[in-house]
Structures are given as C-alpha cells and as structure tokens.
Nanobody, 116 residues
Framework: QVQLVESGGGLVQAGGSLRLSCAAS????????MGWYRQAPGKQRELVAS???????NYADFVKGRFTISRDDAKKTVYLQMDSLKPEDTAVYYC??????????WGQGTQVTVSA
C-alpha cells in the first residue's frame, strides 16, 4: 500500500521561506507526475506546481518566481521550496503523486501559515 507523508509546514512571517517535503512509502514503483496543491479556508483546492517524470515543471501564475518544485526519484520524494511567502499563501498544502499502474495518491496535508 502506498502512503504519502508530508513535512515542513509551519508558521512564518511574510517574506520568509519554507520547504515542504513529501515522501512515498510502499513497494517498489515508478512515479509519473508529482505535484503540490493547496486549499485555503472557504476556497477550492488549486494546483500550485507539478513536475513530470521527464523533469518538466508547471507552476500556477501566483507562485511563479517564488516557489520551486523538485523531485528525487531515488527517494520517491517531491519538494516545494517556497520563498517570498505572502499572507495569501496561507493554506493547507497537499502533495500528490501519480504512480505507474497504481494510480493517484494524496498526502494528508500540511498547514502553512504566513503572518503579515
């Protein structure tokens, strides 16, 4: 069974940085897309960034130039480096992975709070 475990959330002041990590556990498998979504109170879950198996990346306009997604396939881990954080970045951040044959999985979510 596959589980995604996230870490790295917390409270930070505006302008600060956080690094989120998400590691997949379970049997040997290959991962296609890895990504991060977020959901703020009263809002729908939205894509933040994603990275494909080839290494290409995709970012939401509201994080371009501030956030960086990266992956380590040997560790089955995806990272999200968040710089120049703004109060509007406050949300629960979820990682997701699409695993070959097995399908898509989600992490439990990690809270990121940015104070003004």
């Amino acid at each position: 069974q596959v589980q995604l475990v996230e870490s790295g959330g917390g409270l930070v002041q505006a302008g600060g940085s956080l690094r989120l990590s998400c590691a997949a556990s379970g049997s040997s498998f290959s991962i296609n897309t890895m990504g991060w979504y977020r959901q703020a109170p009263g809002k729908q879950r939205e894509l933040v960034a994603s990275t494909s198996r080839s290494g290409s990346t995709n970012y939401a306009d509201f994080v371009k130039g501030r956030f960086t997604i990266s992956r380590d396939d040997a560790k089955k881990t995806v990272y999200l480096q968040m710089d120049s954080l703004k109060p509007e970045d406050t949300a629960v951040y979820y990682c997701t992975m699409t695993i070959v044959v097995l399908g898509s999985y989600w992490g439990q979510g990690t809270q990121v709070t940015v104070s003004a």
